[in-house]
Nanobody, 123 residues
Framework: QVHLVESGGSLVQAGGSLRLSCVAS????????MAWFRQTAGREREFLAA????????SYADAVKGRFTISRDNAKNSAYLRMNNLKPEDTAVYYC????????????????WGQGTQVTVSS
């Protein structure tokens, strides 16, 4: 198994930027595709972005395409989500997740999840 810990969530004004980090421990990090999701109370977990183990492939949800960028540094066992031009509707708990298979927007494909980090965007 791989253990994931997110950080970087904060309160930010609309139009601002944040970079979330996800540090992995346990199994070799480069065995996993990584993704970021978010969730608000009463709603299902929403896919945001995914990246393959070697960073050759990336995918984004339409809601964040052009504003969010996913990246990873296998040497640091870390994945990142750079978020620009944040909007109040981006307010949520953000989670990173690891998959042994190909990257996917389906949360059921991910075997490990972090505890989440809160992002709040004020108007």
């Amino acid at each position: 198994q791989v253990h994931l810990v997110e950080s970087g969530g904060s309160l930010v004004q609309a139009g601002g930027s944040l970079r979330l980090s996800c540090v992995a421990s346990g199994e070799p990090f480069n065995r996993f595709a990584m993704a970021w999701f978010r969730q608000t109370a009463g709603r299902e977990r929403e896919f945001l972005a995914a990246i393959s183990w070697g960073s050759l492939d990336r995918s984004y949800a339409d809601a964040v395409k052009g504003r969010f960028t996913i990246s990873r540094d296998n040497a640091k066992n870390s994945a990142y989500l750079r978020m620009n031009n944040l909007k109040p509707e981006d307010t949520a708990v953000y989670y990173c997740a690891a998959s042994r298979g190909a990257m996917s927007p389906d949360p059921a494909q991910y075997i490990s999840w972090g505890q989440g980090t809160q992002v709040t965007v004020s108007s």
